[in-house]
């Protein structure tokens, strides 16, 4: 059955004619030729497909299109603006926990999240709110320290 799913996407409103139980993922990779979000797992375990829905990150290997109505979603490709990275990505190079960078527009968004809920977050805070993303690289430690950097607890701010 094919729905009428209308969404902002990355800040422009979408309108999109299609069946409303394909994952969101699925529909960002082929239909809108968003390729930042990755498959991994399929199975909403690794992170690797992590989106932001309004404001909220969720694994979008598990989210039917349909979900998305009326809603604001972010991917990688909306961080940046005006060819400048997000603070958020530009500590992830800064720090380098891109490593192979599969995982990394996950970690990002799912950071953007945390960071979002707490600006100013512990290193156990860190830990455990990305214990839902893995990196195959074993970035982890750099990743944490990027997450520091731009909550600004490190480089000399709260360390």
């Given at each position: 059955?094919?729905d009428t799913?209308?969404f902002?996407l990355n800040?422009?409103?979408v309108?999109?004619?299609?069946?409303g139980t394909r994952?969101l993922l699925?529909?960002?990779r082929?239909d809108?030729?968003?390729?930042?979000?990755?498959?991994?797992?399929?199975?909403?375990l690794?992170?690797s497909c992590?989106?932001?829905?309004d404001?909220?990150?969720v694994?979008s290997c598990?989210?039917?299109?349909?979900a998305?109505?009326?809603?604001?979603?972010?991917t990688?490709?909306?961080?940046?603006?005006?060819?400048?990275?997000?603070?958020l990505?530009q500590?992830?190079h800064?720090?380098g926990?891109l490593q192979?960078?599969?995982?990394?527009p996950?970690?990002?968004?799912?950071a953007r999240?945390?960071?979002?809920?707490?600006?100013?977050?512990t290193?156990e805070?860190?830990?455990?709110?990305m214990?839902?993303h893995?990196?195959?690289?074993?970035?982890?430690q750099?990743?944490?320290a990027?997450?520091?950097?731009?909550?600004?607890?490190?480089g000399g701010?709260?360390?």
């Amino acid at each position: 059955m094919r729905d009428t799913i209308r969404f902002r996407l990355n800040g422009a409103p979408v309108s999109l004619e299609t069946d409303g139980t394909r994952t969101l993922l699925w529909v960002l990779r082929t239909d809108l030729e968003l390729t930042g979000t990755k498959y991994g797992c399929g199975e909403g375990l690794c992170g690797s497909c992590t989106v932001l829905v309004d404001g909220r990150a969720v694994h979008s290997c598990q989210t039917p299109l349909a979900a998305v109505q009326g809603k604001d979603v972010t991917t990688i490709e909306g961080l940046a603006r005006g060819g400048r990275l997000d603070p958020l990505q530009q500590a992830f190079h800064d720090e380098g926990a891109l490593q192979c960078g599969y995982c990394t527009p996950g970690m990002i968004l799912g950071a953007r999240a945390l960071l979002a809920a707490n600006p100013h977050p512990t290193r156990e805070q860190i830990v455990r709110g990305m214990e839902g993303h893995l990196c195959r690289c074993g970035a982890h430690q750099r990743i944490v320290a990027a997450i520091e950097t731009a909550s600004g607890r490190r480089g000399g701010r709260d360390d």
